[in-house]
Nanobody, 122 residues
């Protein structure tokens, strides 16, 4: 079992920054595949980025094209926390942001947090 809890959302002006946090518990965090997703009103949930432990050490990070160069994922192993740093925020980044974890051998995201709202004012 994995429990995930996001925090850090809020209202920010376009061009501003926010850092979201996802506290994880219940499973070894360091090697747990973790990701960020978002869902805007009236739209389907979409991939934002992910952090995957590699056998050669370190994490492989990947991002959606829409956030590449503006968003960055990191982990604090000691605090069992995943972060999403969001810079140069745009109105279209407004969404509920979710963190997800995977313990499934197929790589599917089978654990989700409750989400945190990010609203970017234009």
């Amino acid at each position: 079992q994995v429990q995930l809890a996001e925090s850090g959302g809020g209202l920010v002006q376009a061009g501003g920054s926010l850092r979201l946090a996802c506290a994880a518990s219940g499973r070894a965090f360091a090697r747990l595949p973790m990701g960020w997703f978002r869902q805007a009103p009236g739209k389907e949930r979409e991939f934002v980025g992910r952090s995957i432990w590699t056998d050669i050490g370190g994490y492989q990070l990947s991002y959606a094209d829409s956030v590449k160069g503006r968003f960055a994922i990191s982990r604090d192993i000691a605090r069992n926390t995943l972060f999403l740093r969001m810079n140069s925020l745009k109105f279209e980044d407004t969404a509920v942001y979710y963190c997800a974890g995977s313990t499934d051998s197929t790589g599917s995201w089978n654990y989700w947090g409750q989400g945190t709202q990010v609203t970017v004012s234009s």
